[in-house]
């Protein structure tokens, strides 16, 4: 099967959920270490958007060494069914490992075989294997550790790495991290928005493909921007944009441009729970401005 060289692949990584990463590798600073990272993706053609909700710590029977790591599957998979009775929609999307403590900086060749036959294995439920490996400490800066992104695909023997570029960190819901949690404080995290981010990328993905999902860092905020086509065949720029500091996840709309409708001053102010209920409803009540303002030419 033909995989470009350089995948479209774009991941969203919750902040909380690296920070419980880096707190296992603070933990275990002679041994590796490692666990699961679980969440939902949406493919787009040869496009993968990844949504990271959370990860799986090893277990209480993994076994560790400087060299080698194993984890307690049996207990993971527990956790992930007992998860997944709420979240039918999870997804096993990879594992995530340390080698900080030996000084290799790449996936050994027993990762990569490992990887490989996982991804191929009949059972195996996604067309890839996400592979998160944790290089070296970064004392004195923002981030406390390096760390590599790998994607392993079906049929294909290339470990692909995934540039920084395309690894989006998300700012995460604390009240909803702690729901997981309770559950004998086993998943690190989930993003507040990442579910609704999922289905706003598969409804535009369907009906509105023109517009396209960016990142501000300036802002620290997901947004959705593009044409939206309307009933006369003309069509106007929007902007959807998640806000950052919402404790429940929100989204505000405006359109870009010279001369906008006078309608969008009504929505200064007006949040909405996705991305795609702003679109909706932004279109329609322009749409009804439009048709309204045809009658009354027509009258």
């Not at 774009?10 to 041994?31: G, N, Q, S």
């Not at 009775?85 to 995530?96: I, Y």
Request: charged content about 30%; hydrophobic content about 30%.
């Amino acid at each position: 099967m033909f995989r470009p060289k350089s995948p479209k692949v774009t991941i969203l990584f919750p902040r909380k959920a690296m920070e419980a990463v880096f707190d296992e590798c603070d933990k275990y600073d002679v041994d590796e270490t490692g666990g699961r990272i679980i969440g939902t993706y949406v493919k787009k053609g040869k496009q993968y958007d990844i949504s990271v909700l959370g990860i799986i710590d090893p277990g209480p029977n993994a076994r560790r060494s400087p060299t080698s790591f194993f984890q307690d599957g049996e207990y993971q998979e527990r956790v992930f069914r007992e998860v997944e009775k709420e979240h039918p929609d999870l997804e096993h999307l990879g594992n995530w490992h340390t080698h900080h403590v030996n000084g290799l900086g790449t996936l050994s060749s027993g990762d990569r075989a490992t990887y490989q036959r996982i991804v191929n294995h009949e059972k195996h439920n996604t067309e890839f294997f996400y592979a998160l490996l944790v290089v070296q400490k970064t004392p004195h800066r923002k981030q406390r550790y390096v760390v590599r992104h790998h994607i392993v695909f079906r049929n294909d023997d290339t470990i692909h790495e995934i540039p920084d570029s395309q690894i989006v960190i998300t700012e995460c819901d604390a009240g909803r991290g702690s729901e997981f949690k309770s559950r004998r404080q086993t998943i690190a995290a989930e993003t507040c928005a990442n579910i609704e981010r999922v289905k706003d990328q598969e409804f535009f993905g369907e009906f509105y493909s023109d517009l396209k999902t960016g990142f501000s860092r300036s802002l620290e905020a997901l947004y959705w921007k593009g044409p939206l086509p309307l009933i006369d065949g003309s069509q106007t720029e929007v902007l959807v944009m998640e806000s950052p500091a919402s404790h429940h996840s929100s989204y505000s709309i405006t359109i870009l441009g010279p001369n906008p409708p006078e309608l969008i001053r009504n929505y200064r102010d007006r949040n909405f729970k996705s991305a795609r209920h702003a679109v909706l409803h932004l279109e329609k009540e322009i749409n009804r401005d439009l048709f309204l303002r045809r009658g009354g030419a027509v009258r």
